[in-house]
């Protein structure tokens, strides 16, 4: 069975820097690509962004240019480099697998002064 964990998150402040994580196995972020997404409190869960097959990545129109989407070397860990966090990014953030779909408990994301 294919499972992630998500892991990483917390409390940062309004225009602050955080770095959180998805652990899985088998290489399977570098064969199959991965995507986050986020739920905030009372919200539908959005996507956030994607990392593809061959490196390719897009985002979301509210995270351009402020998150990066990353694999490290050995497919088992992805990582979403969050930066110029704003109050809007406060949300559970989930991970995933395309084609297989598994989805972990989340980490919780709180920007706040």
């Known amino acids: 069975q294919v499972r992630v964990v998500e892991s990483g998150g917390g409390l940062v402040q309004p225009g602050g820097s955080l770095r959180i994580s998805c652990a899985s196995s088998g290489g399977i972020f570098t064969t199959k690509g991965m995507a986050w997404y986020r739920q905030a409190s009372e919200k539908k869960r959005e996507w956030v962004a994607s990392?593809?097959?061959?490196?390719?990545?897009d985002y979301s129109d509210a995270v351009k240019d402020r998150f990066t989407i990353s694999i490290d070397n050995t497919g088992n860990t992805a990582y979403l480099q969050m930066n110029k966090l704003v109050p809007e990014d406060t949300a559970v953030y989930y991970c995933?697998?395309?084609?297989?779909?598994?989805w972990g408990q989340g980490t919780q994301v709180t920007v706040s002064s």
């Open positions: 995933t697998i395309f084609a297989l779909d598994p």
């Open positions: 990392i593809y097959y061959g490196g390719t990545t």
